[in-house]
């Protein structure tokens, strides 16, 4: 099976081999840090690195969404808990916990003695590659339509399970909704502002006030996001992307504005009972999508009975339509934890950057 | 219900239905979880979860009736056809579960009307319905779906809306949000064994789902990646279940959550995750030897008597109602794991038949408490004093609840009991039945605690005028509870219902007819 160190290392191995011990390096480090901000910007960096790694290793659709969820809105979002708590991690008293380092060392333990019968990686001939692995690669050209395999077999072959993963998402935005809240829509801002004491005050809470480069700057990249978020959405057919990571760089656009321009700017544009809508709606549209299906006369999610002369346009319209309806939930859900998160804080202070 | 009925009731139906009822018995509560938070009114989103409920109940009748007709029945989304694509398969076992999620989320949702519009925020009101048509809905996913992976997205919309009903509690009483979290961490720690699990099953075979993988792993053979996944995935559902070291979850989350969803989580949630465990050890790792000996006997099992044993004395010593009760549930929970860890099909059977008949007790006893809270804020087994004389029917159908938990005859508990015990013996287990006897003894004490207080006792003068919303019980709560105590007499006379599905699951399972 193991070839072993009798064949000569090519590139990509030692590149494999340098992204590892650099996740290993970093996740050191987030352990042993106290100060918050530099373990959120850490684990940004670990992401990042995780979606490198995933680049080598040919999982393009996994690393893009890892470097959209891991370095990009999770970062966001932790910095926006973090405003809500201490800068510091409190110091914890030295305890030996005996009984959890038993239970982490069988653990890795038995995923060691797993390693011994694991195929060998990129073997064409282990099960994952040899199964069914290849039969998608086979069918869905002509199945479907659509050139990128992976967002055939996540939107139509297992399309259920990412009916099932849209409605986790909604159910994490019902969950701050029901704990958190969403701080009620904006609050109006007076029309001659800068005049008064308290209206300059107010505009000093927020960041992008007298920054700037930092708001024109903002101002011109905002629509750049939203349109590569468009095109991510679209483009998902033929490479690397899709609803998932759309939502996300739609979203985080948002939250950039939010963030230069304060949340009540923010919420004026977007308001928190469109992003609760939204929630729901997306995976409306999802199931939307499977209920016209049944009603045409065929399966929940057999996209096919949407074109019954060309059954891989119906797959295309279908995937379309599933994509939109992840693209809402994403989106709508990442907006409504921020603003879940920044409504227990009246704003980000210009100190705190 | 007879087969030759079930094709009366069958035929009435339109095809359609008849045909996707599967997809829909699940699709139909997923999607009314967003238009509940769409409708945003506390009341018309549980008219709206009632209505859904009820269909969703229906439709678990109906799957029951194809069963019966057709032996198992498969439902392919998308129209791919398997290992291609995900599809249900529904056996005995499945419909025996979704009777009892289905049944007990329309029973709790009634039953919980009166007590969410006391302790739940009208703002907070339809987000909650919301998350608990996506519980119910997650729950059913997990017991009906042929494709492992599947389960582990449902068991996720499950387990994070199960987090927020639980951290609901929190207006209540604050020590819901610890709980809450402490739930989410193991519970996040229990997902994530499992779908490690998933991933070394998939390196190993190539495939998710489930009737294939057993396809593949009989002409693979024994790895050392199947014999880790079988851990992780024994392990993380051990966590779901509450199974013996792994239950400390519970108590916090049974006791601090919303009346009404201790209720539904105490009926539902672990049994669905006991079922999830039972399809893994005995359907999809029905490879032999590797799995079934040695785990069973030498950890389940003692897993099992230990749950049974402590949880029963932890139970006896507790004074908060619902942590007495929550206690009772894990040591419940080891009955069911002795009969799985028989490895037997009267075993396997017995234990399942305790899941459907714990189900029943343990949903009417919540029940029972949440409408002695409602009108007397009883919280600690003190407060119920007297309430035997002050709300007599509550009172008695409580009482019947708690016989039926110690397992008395005339009682559902009985038949179960009785069954785990022949099981025992024909596997020529007696530490198993004096185990057995010694939690039900146990049982007698804790059950006795409560009923003592109720009829025994003296009314407190201050109780007599207590002022509260609701003087006398609501007809609405109270109906629920009284259909919860009259089954568990009436499966003690005729059990062919459940036992018919258990032997089933059982025969089907394991081979060879139980008795």
Known sequence: MSTGFLTPIDAFTV????????????????????????????????????????????????????????????????LGAMLLTARQAAPSKPARHWVALIVVCATGAALLYATVDMPSFGDPLSAPNAYIGLEYLKRTGAETGVPNVVSAVLASYRGYDTFGETTVILTAGLGVILILGLGGPAIKRKKPAAKTKAAKADQSKILGAHHVVLRVVSKMMIPVIIIYGA??????????????????????AIILYALIYGIDAAKEAVPPSL??????????????????????????????????????????????????????????????????????????????? | MSALIASDILSLLPAWVLMHAAALLVVTPLLSGPIALILSRGRLAWVWALGISAITFALSLVLY???????????????????????????????????????????????????????IEPKDQAPFFAAYMLCLAGLMGVAITGDAFNVFVFLEISSISTYILVAMGASKDRRALTSSFNYLILGTIGATFFVIGLGLVYMATGTLNMADITVQLRENGDSRVIRAAFAFIVIGLGLKTAMFPLHTWLPGAYSY???????????TATKVAFYAMVRFIFGVFSTGEPFDGALLELVLAPMAVAAMI????????????????AYSSVAQLGYMLLGLSMGTAAGLSAGLL????????????????????????VRRVPDLAGLGKTMPVTAAAFTVSGLSLIGMPLTAGFVSKYYLIIAALERGWWWAVAAILASSVLAIFYVWKMVEMMYLRETPRAKSRAKKAHPKAPLLALIPLLILAMANVWFFFDASLPKGLTDAAAAALLGGGAS
């Open chain 1, 231 to 252: 095109y991510v959405q679209f483009h998902g057919d033929f490479g690397p992307g899709g609803g998932f990571q759309a939502g996300l760089i739609i979203a985080s």
């Open chain 2, 65 to 119: 009736a194809q069963v019966l007709e057709h032996g198992s029945i498969m439902y392919v989304f998308g129209n791919w056809a398997p290992p291609v694509g995900i599809t249900y398969n529904i056996d005995a076992l499945n419909v025996l579960v979704l009777l009892i999620v289905a049944g007990m989320g329309l029973l709790s949702l009634i039953n919980g009307l009166p007590s969410v519009m006391q302790e």
């Open chain 1, 275 to 353: 992003v609760r809508l939204g929630a729901a709606l997306g995976v409306l549209i999802y199931g939307g999508v499977g209920v016209i299906n049944l009603l045409l006369g065929g399966n929940f999610l057999e996209y096919n009975i949407l074109n019954p002369t060309h059954p891989a346009h119906g797959q295309e319209l279908g995937i379309m339509f599933v994509e939109i309806g992840v693209l809402v939930t994403v989106a709508s859900v990442m907006l409504i934890i921020f603003y879940g998160f920044t409504s227990r804080q009246p704003d980000i202070k210009d100190k705190d950057w």
């Open chain 2, 257 to 267: 959550s919303p009346t009404m969803v201790g209720t539904f989580l105490a009926s």
């Open chain 2, 310 to 325: 402590i949880c029963s004395v932890q139970a006896l010593y507790q004074m908060d109602l619902r942590k007495l009760l």
């Open chain 1, 15 to 78: 590149i494999d081999l340098i992204f590892m011990s650099m996740l290993v390096v970093v996740g050191i480090a987030i352990v042993r840090l106290k100060d918050l901000f530099a373990v959120v910007m850490l684990s940004g960096v670990y992401s990042l690195v995780s979606a490198a790694w995933f680049v080598s290793l040919d999982a393009v659709d996994v690393a893009f969404t890892e470097a959209a969820v891991g370095a990009g809105i999770s970062t966001v979002l932790m």
């Open chain 2, 354 to 377: 305790h899941m459907f008949n714990h189900a029943l007790m343990k949903g009417a006893l919540f029940m029972g408490l949440g409408i002695f809270g409602l009108c007397y804020g």
